[in-house]
């Protein structure tokens, strides 16, 4: 069963619940995609002029998705970034694929890393599939983004980063304690980042 509501007032939060709203704030999908972007522009480059280009691809995947949903919560679409109802994700999802879409258009023509190119496209495929699942199910997107930044940096680094699923499962905990999504919802949303990463990286 999906749960319908979620707890927001502080005050009503327990020990465990206040400790998934740190988490899910602070692993919230925009944290996640900045340092992981810049970590994969650094190895894609091989050095410092990688970093630019991560930070764009952080900001298309990102900071401009999560800057829109900042302006419609504050136009009252929203209650909050985390839009409990499913129905409603559909334009997010569209902003997103536009928003990498464009990025990508940006590093080609920029000559960026391939590294940096591959990961906007595994992304961008990520986002298509949430977006169809979205409209029948609602799978976990911040459980998405945790895993697939994490398989694509052990991809490009090493498969010591593989560790930081520990940050994936927490993720996921917080959404589930928190009444946002079931287990199976970010079970799915996990398997479908490291799937779509594992995926792109093979071609």
Known sequence: MTPSTSVDPVEDLTRAQFVARGVTDVLQPRNVILVGMLGIGLAAAGDWTGLPWGLLAALCAGLIPAGYIEWERKRGTWGDRHVVDRTKRAPIFLVILGSIGAGTVVMVLGGAPTGILVTMQALWAMT?????????????????????????????????????????????????????????QTIAGAGLGAATASAFLLV
Not at 164 to 169: D, G, H
Not at 170 to 183: D, F, I
């Open 128 to 184: 298509v599939i949430l977006l169809l699942v979205n409209t029948v199910w609602k799978i976990s997107v911040d459980s998405a983004v945790a895993s697939a930044i994490v398989a694509l940096l052990a991809a490009v680094h090493s498969p010591w980063w593989l560790l930081a699923y520990a940050m994936t499962i927490a993720v996921c905990w917080s959404r589930v304690v928190l009444g946002y999504h079931t287990v199976a």
